[in-house]
């Protein structure tokens, strides 16, 4: 069986010799539906991985209390903007103190400027650096991490204390090539120590998530008296199993803290950690969806091409075919040469079509700045595809083939 596997072998490799032009131009109609549904893949793929690594920074088993700045809703036929109200400090503070749902953490924080200037010694950076208030809780909640030094403590929080957490960047432009640990630094004339350096998190859709400064809410609650503070209460859940429960309670909490009546909706948001990653990466499946529509219809043109080509190297090879017959080769021999010389082509097709939809989706991904990933289930997929293309396209020439008659067949020309 092996040795009259390996002679199909190599009859498929001598047939697609003899008619090498026709079966390079079949192999090209296949590799087109096979690249344009690897292609697609592999950038969805990198755009899931890359929003996946982008939203990994806020933090795991965790969600926020924060002010829907513009929803649309629907209202008696007709749209109306509706602005939920700011979350001020004191009903942040409120918030903090009556919300004590079990194995859980709250953080509360905001972002006092992102045009502001700092200094150390005699240069200074760019107006583009975020100052952020927050508690000791907030680098853990929002899934950071210091790369250098510490973290805040309950005493530099309760004290006021003059120092700071950086952004990564800063090691490479204002405190090159320095240890910043304890270096001083100034916003808005005030003097910092530098007591931890965040690890780099990039950028997130353009947004440079390294060229911030942590500071003391109150200390930042001082230097930036602008009217109008946003404020975002972050709460950890220790445990996964408790998130709902936990998000529910707070919702609760939240709803007593500004004193709604049970018929009215909420006027503030509740935001998961995992809540827009699992919206974005919902529309990706379309792309994905796309991508599986453009590719059978290509490929159905490109099987329709392969059953063409075997059906008239059928006709071509019926001298051959009769020959073979006459000599003894069963119907199913005859069968299984012309369908392995189908597969051969359609693998064929597959494989240039991996190979050039990687390519391509390897440059978009680049172009773009995504994160490449090999999309291993893409390939999978055009392989199982190509696979069936050559099995469905290959059907019907080899059963032609094998149904012959040797008689007619020898009298051929």
């Known amino acids: 069986m092996l040795k009259l596997f390996k002679e199909n072998i190599r009859i498929a490799f001598g047939s697609i010799r003899t008619q090498l032009l026709r079966t390079i131009l079949t192999v090209l109609i296949i590799a087109i539906g096979i690249t344009a549904l690897v292609g697609i893949l592999t950038v969805v793929s990198a755009l899931e991985n890359t929003i996946s690594s982008d939203f990994a920074s806020m933090g795991a088993n965790t969600f926020n209390i924060n002010q829907y700045e513009n929803e649309i809703r629907n209202r008696g036929g007709q749209e109306r903007e509706i602005i939920n109200p700011i979350i001020s400090y004191p009903e942040a503070v409120a918030f903090q103190n009556k919300f004590n749902y079990p194995f859980t953490e709250t953080s509360v924080s905001f972002t006092a400027t992102s045009t502001a200037e700092v200094k150390y010694e005699a240069t200074e950076t760019d107006p583009e650096i975020s100052i952020l208030g927050v508690d000791q809780h907030f680098i853990t909640n929002s899934g950071l991490e210091t790369n250098l030094g510490r973290n805040f403590t309950g005493f530099d929080i309760d004290n006021n204390s003059y120092v700071c957490v950086v952004g990564s960047d800063f090691e490479k432009g ?77 919702t609760s909490t939240m709803r007593r803290v500004r004193k709604l009546s049970p018929v009215k909706d909420n006027n503030f948001g509740v935001v998961r950690s995992d809540d827009l990653i699992n919206r974005i990466l919902g529309i990706t499946k379309y792309l994905g969806l796309a991508s599986w529509l453009i590719g059978i219809i290509t490929v159905l043109g490109s099987s329709i091409a392969l059953m063409n080509i075997m059906i008239v190297s059928v006709t071509e090879r019926t001298r051959e075919i009769g020959v073979r017959k006459a000599l003894g080769a069963k119907k199913t021999t005859i069968a299984f040469q012309f369908f392995i010389e189908t597969l051969l082509i359609g693998q064929l097709g597959g494989l240039v079509g991996i190979i050039f939809g990687i390519l391509i989706g390897f440059g978009v991904a680049t172009a773009m700045s995504f994160v490449f990933v090999i999309p291993w289930g893409a390939i999978m997929a055009a392989f199982i595809t190509s696979f069936i293309v050559a099995i469905v396209s290959g059907l019907y020439p080899a059963v032609k083939a094998a149904r012959l008659d040797p008689i007619e067949a020898l009298r051929y020309e």
């Open 174 to 250: 204002l405190l090159k090539d320095v240890n910043p640990i304890d270096k001083i630094i100034s916003i808005r004339g005030a003097k910092f120590k530098v007591i931890g350096v965040l690890k780099e998190k990039g950028s997130t859709f353009g947004n440079s998530q390294d060229l911030r400064v942590l500071i003391p809410i109150q200390v930042a609650r001082s230097l930036f008296t602008t009217p109008d503070i946003n404020y975002t209460m972050s709460v950890m859940v220790a445990k996964k199993e408790l998130l709902d429960q936990a998000i529910d309670n707070a």
